[in-house]
């Protein structure tokens, strides 16, 4: 009898793009930049107000354009039997599909900056020596909690 498989989790992480730090943090970011644009206007003492908005905005475009061309995007899905992975680096796509039961080891690093803004990098053992990175996921600690559930689960139905 076989059981069927249930989507728990999506979780995804862009390179340039930032996405993991949320939408509060561009949204501040963006507020910030329009501000450094605004108040020269009113503040004629401040011109260095404006060389601020002129760098935070070209960052905001590597960040924008970052996002919408998707220079590596790599996208993990957590079911109740197994570890799917997407990755796009340009126009190449790539999936991976790990069974829970063959992963070993599960490593979560998350530097000073990871744990400030709640993001980290996942490495994945598999039985057959295999390994697989998932890069600045956001709130990196539900989504090792989740797998390692599903991995119990998995394991507890099987003795």
Known sequence: ?????????????RWIALGFLGKKFMLIYLVVM??????PLFVPDLPELL????????????????????????KADITNHRLIL???????QKRIMIPLH???????ERGKLGRLLG????KLYNAGGGKADLESIGKVENFNEILHVQMMQLISRDL
């Open 86 to 92: 997407y990755r796009r680096m340009g126009t190449s």
């Open 51 to 74: 060389y601020l908005g002129y760098i935070l905005a070209g960052f905001y475009a590597l960040l924008f354009f970052g996002r919408l061309f998707g220079f590596k995007r790599e």
């Open 102 to 108: 063959q992963i070993v080891q599960v490593e979560v």
């Open 119 to 122: 993001f980290g990098s996942v």
């Open 34 to 39: 329009i501000a450094a644009f605004i108040v």
């Open 1 to 13: 009898m076989r059981m069927e498989e249930t989507l728990l989790t999506v979780k995804t992480s």
